[in-house]
């Protein structure tokens, strides 16, 4: 910018007005048109991935209200709502736990320490933005947004996202490298024409030597000065590339408008340069190349394998009894009659959901058998053990049972 007003007042100082702002008018444009042009692509940017971001916090949780489970944003979480938490659950804000079974919170995202926390009576405080490492319970919520733990650390972070790409960071590099070299130039130059000068040995267009001692005046030889600078002044104008930086912002938005155009949201501008060179995409399955939905599509049921498993047909009534209230016992979720249609609606994690719809299928009365007993302990289920089951008590005959989890093959 200051190179094109010296250019600029330079030129039309030594050619007039009608000709000498041609050259520092067409530097300032160039300089002009690629702050626009970056700052237009940043903006458009930012503003892009705030909604993107916005729709990514934009967590659809299960609460609790009026004795019913319902599907929320985690927007709308209030104080006094009751939210039920399963492990890989994230914790979406602060509250006391209600009840639970064996559950561990992960609590390094907030403490930094590595060691799962029991919760129980004793220590039933609960952190917004920590995970559930194990077990389940129900929390009820006493702080939310900003008033969280978590929020009010969030509240202290900014994000910088004022990164340069690594082509931006390579060719600024040679920009950098060209403009001092440049630089050399025009001051060796602007030495050279300066004692020519003063030597006598420059010359008008008409062949006139240009410096006299002592007989031209103070002006001439001030204009004179001033064509040497500006002549120093137009190499350095001319050595740096101002055009580079355009070509490059440019390339980049092209890029990322075609990437926008496949659907594929480019958050920096330097994942242009690599995604057309990538070879190998890992990407998550479920939710993502799926549904997310799961069906129960093969069960082994009395040493016998089942396929499909959806009706009860051939099954001893002593064995569908008991694997009715395995499942029913054996869930967080829950099963509910919609008021409008009256059919029957299933919550819970797509696990649970898929056994719990093929329990239906085999005829479960989910209320009237959790009614039948009451639950004494629990062994929660995880990815180690692979296995889960709670210990009841039956009202009916007052003994303890024991019923494992089933084992089951599930189709994503």
């Not at 503003?47 to 209200?65: A, H």
């Not at 979720?333 to 919609?338: C, D, F, M």
């Amino acid at each position: 910018m200051v190179c094109a007003a010296l250019s600029l007042v330079f030129g039309i100082k030594t050619e007039g007005i009608k000709e000498g702002w041609f050259d520092g008018a067409s530097i300032n444009f160039a300089v002009i048109l690629v702050i626009l042009v970056t700052a237009i692509s940043d903006y458009r940017q930012s503003l892009q991935f705030q909604n993107l971001n916005e729709e990514k916090r934009n967590i659809q949780l299960q609460v609790i209200r009026g004795g019913r489970r319902s599907k929320v944003s985690i927007f709308d979480l209030v104080v006094g709502d009751v939210v039920p938490l399963n492990i890989g659950d994230q914790v979406p804000a602060d509250g006391i736990l209600i009840e639970g079974h064996s559950l561990s919170i992960d609590e390094s995202s907030m403490t930094g320490e590595s060691k799962y926390v029991y919760k129980d009576k004793k220590n039933p405080f609960l952190m917004s933005g920590c995970k559930v490492a194990d077990g389940y319970g129900t929390m009820l919520v006493t702080a939310v947004g900003l008033n969280t733990e978590w929020g009010l650390v969030m509240a202290t972070i900014s994000e910088d996202n004022g990164e340069e790409t690594p082509l931006q960071v390579r060719l600024n590099g040679v920009a950098t490298f060209i403009g001092k070299v440049g630089l050399a130039v025009a001051v060796l130059v602007f030495l050279i024409l300066i004692i020519r000068f003063f030597t006598g040995n420059t010359e008008d267009k008409n062949g006139k030597t240009m410096f006299k001692a002592g007989k031209t005046s103070v002006g001439d030889a001030f204009n004179g000065i001033v064509k040497i600078f500006a002549i120093a002044v137009t190499i350095v104008v001319v050595a740096v590339p101002e055009g580079l930086p355009l070509a490059v912002t440019l390339t980049l938005a092209y890029s990322m408008r075609k990437m926008m155009a496949d659907k594929a949201l480019v958050r920096r501008l330097s994942a242009c340069e690599t995604m057309g060179s990538a070879t190998t995409i890992c990407s998550d399955k479920t939710g993502t190349l799926t549904l997310n939905q799961m069906t129960v599509v093969k069960a082994f049921i009395a040493g016998e394998s089942r396929e499909p498993p959806d009706t009860s047909e051939g099954l001893p009534p002593v064995i569908q009894a008991l694997l009715v209230e395995g499942i029913s016992q054996n869930t967080t979720g829950s099963v509910y009659k919609s008021k409008g249609s009256g059919e029957m609606e299933v919550t819970g994690s797509p696990t649970e959901k898929a056994i719990l719809s093929w329990a239906l299928k085999l005829g479960m009365n989910f209320d009237d058998e959790r009614s039948k007993s009451s639950i004494l302990h629990v062994f929660t289920f995880n990815s180690e053990k692979k296995r889960g089951g709670v210990a009841l008590k039956r009202e009916a005959f007052s003994s303890l049972t024991l019923l494992l989890a089933l084992f089951l093959n599930l189709n994503a």
